[in-house]
């Protein structure tokens, strides 16, 4: 009887074939680093968005519970208002009682009846600017602190680009939170081509 013969020993892999692979995972490389860096940054907006939505309700509700007013402002220390109407750096929502001095107070740790109510930490990658750089209050009945239809209030959410700057695009588009009515919250995403506040430079939106 004839002898079986061995198997055929597997064979190495060429030079070839190694450059076509590496060269098939360059190419996947490229197309996937940039969508999942999208998806990253659709996340911070959204993220963000729902952070700052939920504050601003809760401090709606608060105001009604408490009889008091409270105010929501940006902070970038957790310990004082920034004045100004970027919100990406932090804010917080603080009560005190109502009085002559009326709403829109800073906030002050050591003022009799200012109670810290919640902080938010800085927010990465994003832009967040409120239509002017007051705090926003609401007040026992849980109404907003201002006449919306003579001054409406809004904050604009973006993701930030490579060179620093908010930009609202179809693959990462940015948000706009207004207050509507006596303190309602509507959340609406910017259309293809609306300019993601104008005049932001260096962390600031120039309003």
């Given at each position: 009887?004839e002898?079986?013969?061995?198997?055929?020993?597997?064979?190495g892999?060429?030079?070839?074939?190694?450059?076509?692979?590496?060269?098939?995972?360059?190419?996947?490389?490229?197309?996937?680093?940039?969508?999942?860096?999208?998806?990253?940054?659709?996340?911070?907006?959204?993220?963000?968005?729902?952070?700052?939505?939920?504050?601003?309700?809760?401090?709606?509700a608060?105001?009604?519970m408490?009889?008091?007013?409270?105010?929501?402002c940006?902070?970038?220390?957790?310990?004082a208002?920034?004045?100004?109407?970027?919100?990406?750096?932090?804010?917080?929502?603080?009560?005190?009682?109502?009085?002559?001095?009326?709403a829109?107070?800073?906030?002050?740790?050591?003022?009799d009846?200012?109670?810290?109510?919640?902080e938010?930490?800085?927010?990465?990658?994003?832009?967040?600017a409120?239509?002017?750089?007051?705090?926003?209050?609401?007040?026992?009945?849980?109404?907003?602190?201002r006449?919306?239809?003579?001054?409406?209030?809004?904050?604009?959410?973006?993701a930030?680009?490579?060179?620093?700057l908010p930009?609202?695009?179809?693959?990462v588009?940015?948000?706009?939170?207004?207050?509507?009515?006596?303190?309602?919250?509507?959340v609406?995403?910017?259309?293809?081509?609306?300019?993601?506040?104008p005049?932001?430079?260096?962390?600031?939106?120039?309003?």
């Amino acid at each position: 009887m004839e002898a079986r013969r061995p198997g055929r020993l597997g064979r190495g892999v060429t030079l070839l074939e190694l450059l076509v692979t590496l060269a098939m995972l360059a190419i996947l490389t490229m197309v996937a680093v940039p969508s999942f860096n999208n998806l990253l940054r659709r996340h911070r907006v959204s993220s963000a968005v729902t952070q700052l939505r939920a504050d601003l309700a809760y401090a709606r509700a608060e105001s009604v519970m408490r009889g008091t007013f409270v105010s929501l402002c940006p902070s970038n220390d957790g310990a004082a208002c920034d004045h100004d109407a970027s919100y990406a750096s932090g804010w917080i929502v603080y009560t005190y009682p109502t009085g002559k001095q009326g709403a829109d107070q800073a906030y002050s740790a050591g003022k009799d009846g200012f109670v810290l109510l919640r902080e938010a930490a800085a927010q990465a990658g994003i832009a967040i600017a409120d239509t002017d750089s007051k705090m926003l209050s609401y007040g026992q009945q849980g109404q907003v602190k201002r006449d919306l239809n003579a001054k409406p209030v809004h904050f604009t959410i973006c993701a930030l680009s490579t060179t620093g700057l908010p930009e609202n695009t179809s693959a990462v588009p940015g948000v706009q939170m207004a207050l509507v009515g006596a303190g309602s919250i509507t959340v609406t995403t910017l259309s293809p081509g609306d300019s993601c506040m104008p005049g932001y430079a260096g962390g600031n939106p120039l309003l």
